[in-house]
């Protein structure tokens, strides 16, 4: 039987955490005050901040560009695995800014590319954005499963 954990942890072990899951739910607060949920692929920069290509146009640009407080979870590869909430203050970084984060982002997530020319200008003819989360606070790392004290029912 699986028992439910909920692991306090330090920044250092909450970025080990971080650094090799890359499905992430991003939660930002429209205009309207309610909120907007989006799958993404996430990474870490070298200055351990949660990063997420995008598009200027899309929902999430844009309600970080209105309120940069958002929440990110930060998911395992399988479905049961250990997550973390993290929430933290965004921002968006447009062309020609987000060119060379967007290299790190790549690097953090996929590793090296095979033609980084290459990469920089597919970069800019999407026009891609950044958003870079700074982590301000965060949850314990849990795990879902049955209440510790079910072992003893």
């Not at 650094?19 to 607060?29: C, E, G, K, N, Q």
């Not at 799958?39 to 940069?68: C, F, M």
């Not at 870079?132 to 072992?151: H, K, L, M, S, V």
Request: hydrophobic share 35%; charged share 30%.
């Amino acid at each position: 039987m699986a028992i439910a954990t909920a692991d306090r942890v330090t920044r250092e072990e909450l970025l080990d955490f971080v650094r090799p899951r890359h499905r992430s739910v991003l939660i930002t607060r429209k205009r309207s005050g309610g909120l907007q949920i989006s799958p993404v692929t996430s990474g870490l920069d070298s200055e351990g901040r949660i990063v997420v290509a995008t598009y200027p146009q899309r929902a999430k640009a844009a309600n970080v560009r209105h309120d940069p407080a958002v929440s990110v979870c930060v998911l395992s590869d399988e479905f049961n695995g250990a997550y973390v909430q993290i929430d933290g203050t965004a921002e968006v970084l447009d062309m020609p800014d987000a060119l060379e984060p967007l290299v790190e982002y790549f690097r953090g997530i996929s590793g090296e590319h095979p033609d980084w020319d290459e990469y920089r200008d597919a970069m800019r003819k999407q026009n891609k954005s950044l958003i870079r989360i700074a982590i301000d606070e965060w949850g314990p790392i849990a795990t879902g499963g049955f209440p510790p004290d079910a072992e003893r029912g």
